[in-house]
Each structure stands twice: as C-alpha cells, then as structure tokens.
C-alpha cells in the first residue's frame, strides 16, 4: 500500500505527519516500511540518519530518495514492502502528481490558518485530475498543528467548513500543536516512542485509524479516543 503525505503549503506538517505514520505501522502494526523522502530539503532522510544515530534499539525503516516521474519506481517498491510511506515537500511538482497518481492513500496535512486553507481550491483540482488515472484513491485532509486554546477551538471547526464545502473530505482526527513532535523529531524518534501513552501518539494512531477505516467505507468513532488525546493539553 502507498501512503503519500502530500500538498503544496510548505510547514503544514508533511514530514512530521509521514514520519510518525511510517514508525506507527512499523513498531505498532508490525509492518515492513519504506520511506520515500521527495523532497529536496532532505527532512526525512536527515530524521532517519537521526534515528539510526539514535543509541536506542529503534525498529529500522528504510528511506530512499526519490524526485520527478517516480510512478514506476513506487509501483516497483509497492511490491517489496507492506507500505510505502511518501514525504512529499511543499510544492505542486513532478513527484506529487507521480506519487497521486498511484498512492493508494492521500494525507493533506493543513492548519487552520488563512494561507494554508487557500491552497484547498488547487489541492482539489490537482485531487480530480489524478483521480482520472488513480480512481480507487482514499484522499482526505488532516487538520495540523492546531491550537489548544478552548477560545481557539471555532478555528478548526472553521478549518473543517472549508475544507468540507469541497469534494475531500476533511478527517475528524486532528494534532495539536504540541511541543511533543518537535523535540521526538530532533532524537529521530516518533511520537510513539518517545511517549507511548502521551497525547500526541494517540493522535497519530488515530489520524492512521481513521483514513484506513474511511479507505475501507467504514464509518469511523474518535469518540474512542477522545479521553486520551483531550482536547486544551499539552
Ligand atoms: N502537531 C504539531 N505540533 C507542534 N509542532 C509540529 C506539529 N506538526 C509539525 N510540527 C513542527 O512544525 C515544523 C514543520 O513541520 P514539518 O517539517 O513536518 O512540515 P512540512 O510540511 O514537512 O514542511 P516542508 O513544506 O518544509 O517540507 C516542524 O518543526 C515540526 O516539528
Ligand atoms: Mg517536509
């Protein structure tokens, strides 16, 4: 299966998202992983030399560079891995509409901000037009970084409404903005690791529980992790 993490707003929480994504169905699911890091700024490659400089005995993933018409290369990995995890960088290039054209999963990680929900009209038609070639495509947005202020809270149902007035859908499950994937990042650990109970792991088991559950037509109850990732903590 291909998962592509994915979109043109730069910062929105692509690698971050991919990277956890990629540890959760290794370590938790027991899967084989292959991340695929598309962009030229080498974020997730410079994690994964993090993480394997890490001294703890840390599930090994492995990350291959990948830029332009890479269709063929990923249906060529698809087959030597459970899941394929792309990191696509922040711009509508060659690499993201090859990777659309055949992930069998889409992310779009967006925050709740202005500049970030403008990039939703273009994400859209980019969405339609792979669709064409790629029609099976379980697509949605993930709403990222958001803040945890309760007076704040009308910001990402107002993120949501947007989202939804187009034809991707938006996922229930959120992150929050939480210190938690800044400081795993740096040591090459995810959030799971570094805090298996915390808040942030259970957002990112929920986020990955989710978009498989809507691939599979299947509704979806956050409700069963409501309590762990509570709302206005850190
Ligand atoms: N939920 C979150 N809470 C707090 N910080 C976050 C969260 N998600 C991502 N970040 C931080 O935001 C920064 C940008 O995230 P990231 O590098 O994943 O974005 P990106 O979309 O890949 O950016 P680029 O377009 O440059 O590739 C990083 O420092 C990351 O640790
Ligand atoms: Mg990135």
Not at 6 to 27: F, H, M, P, T, W
Not at 214 to 224: A, F
């Amino acid at each position: 299966m291909i998962i592509l993490v994915g979109g043109e707003k730069g910062g929105s929480g692509k690698s971050c998202l991919a990277q956890n994504i990629a540890v959760y169905l290794r370590a938790e699911r027991d899967a084989t992983v292959l991340m695929v890091d598309c962009d030229p700024q080498r974020t997730t490659s410079d994690w994964i030399q993090e993480r394997n400089n890490n001294k703890r005995d840390l599930p090994n993933i492995n990350c291959v560079q990948l830029y332009g018409k890479i269709r063929n290369e990923l249906l060529s990995l698809r087959n030597h891995y459970d899941f394929v995890v792309i990191d696509c960088g922040g711009q509508d290039n060659l690499a993201l509409r090859s990777s659309m054209a055949v992930a069998d999963n889409i992310l779009i990680p967006l925050r709740p901000k202005r500049r970030d929900l403008k990039t939703v009209p273009h994400m859209e038609d980019l969405v339609s037009t792979c669709k064409m070639v790629n029609p099976k495509m379980n697509v949605a947005f993930v709403i990222t970084q958001c803040p945890s202020l309760p007076s704040l809270a009308s910001r990402i149902i107002e993120a949501k409404e947007v989202c939804r007035s187009f034809e991707i859908p938006v996922l229930n499950s959120v992150t929050f903005s939480r210190n938690m994937y800044d400081d795993s990042e740096e040591l090459g650990l995810s959030v799971m690791e570094n805090e298996p109970d915390g808040k942030a792991a259970w957002e990112i088991r929920s986020i990955v529980d989710e978009l498989f559950a809507r691939g599979r037509g299947e509704t979806y109850d956050i409700r069963q992790f409501e309590e762990k990732i509570a709302v206005g903590q850190s």
